[in-house]
């Protein structure tokens, strides 16, 4: 940037433009490390409580302020463009945010493997999933206002909701009156892989933690078991399979 650039006033149009994009990129950044920092002085379970609050409270103060800034009606808490668009637009809008949800999560997987070579990058991977997928199980059940004891059939709906439920394609068959197997059909990574003529990603690892994590996070009676996941071998009509049962 230019040396003659000491203040926000000195930028110009673009530089301004900029500006307003990093600061809310500092924001998110902010926030994250708000509930990592409660989570790591006070435990996982402070930490929502304190998110349940604070995340209600922060979306509807920046999206009134935004909708002041840029000229949008609010209505309950939504804003009103987002409620005018057709079904099949807000569900394209969404699985939008889940391809850039994944297009993040492999950027940042990435950077770390290029910088620090593939083994921090798993254990980082690894280590981020078992954060992330309880949050997501907390999230999901808030969503839906599921109970904490809403066993197998609250799985089979928290699975439907999670991000790559947008993006893969996934299965369930029963397995007994207490048990399901759920099947990740198409996993849009290992497609991808398999397109460049790629062995399969060995997630297993990550799948240990992200499944059984999850399943506990929404009911602590769910057992969770690896039928297969990479670099597992398995047929052709799925990548990664796993058995949910009740204790």
């Known amino acids: 940037m230019a040396d003659t650039v000491r203040t926000i006033e000195d930028l110009n149009h673009e530089q301004t433009a ?3 994009m990093d600061v809310m ?4 950044i902010h926030y994250a490390l708000w509930f990592t920092e409660i989570r790591h002085q006070m435990g996982m379970e402070k930490a929502l409580e304190a998110l349940s609050v604070a995340s209600e409270k922060s979306m509807g103060l920046q999206l009134n302020r935004l909708s002041k800034l840029l000229g949008f009606d609010m209505q309950d808490g939504i804003p009103k463009p987002l409620l005018n668009l057709p079904k099949k637009d807000l569900l ?3 699985d939008g945010a889940a391809f850039n949800w994944l297009a993040n999560d492999g950027v940042w997987f990435q950077s770390v493997e290029f910088t620090s070579g593939m083994n ?3 254990r980082c991977n690894d280590s981020c999933w078992a954060h992330f997928s309880p949050f ?3 999230a999901i059940k808030r969503f839906l206002g599921l109970g904490d004891q809403s066993g197998l059939d609250g799985l089979r709906k928290a699975l439907s909701f999670r991000v790559y439920a947008r993006i893969n394609v996934q299965s369930f068959t029963d397995d007994g009156p207490d048990a399901f197997i759920f099947h990740m059909n198409e996993c849009r990574v290992q497609v991808a892989r398999k397109s460049k003529d790629l062995p399969d990603y060995p997630c297993k690892s990550a799948g240990l933690v992200e499944y059984t994590y999850f399943a506990r996070a929404i009911d602590r009676r769910i057992q969770t078991e690896c ?3 990479p670099p597992d071998d398995h047929p052709d009509d799925w990548y990664c399979a796993w058995r949910f049962s009740l204790k």
């Not at 990129?25 to 998110?28: D, F």
């Open 18 to 20: 900029r500006l307003v």
């Open 120 to 122: 921090d990058a798993k």
């Open 227 to 229: 039928i297969g996941c």
């Open 136 to 138: 997501e199980a907390w």
């Open 92 to 94: 394209a809008l969404l």
């Open 25 to 28: 990129h500092r924001t998110l």
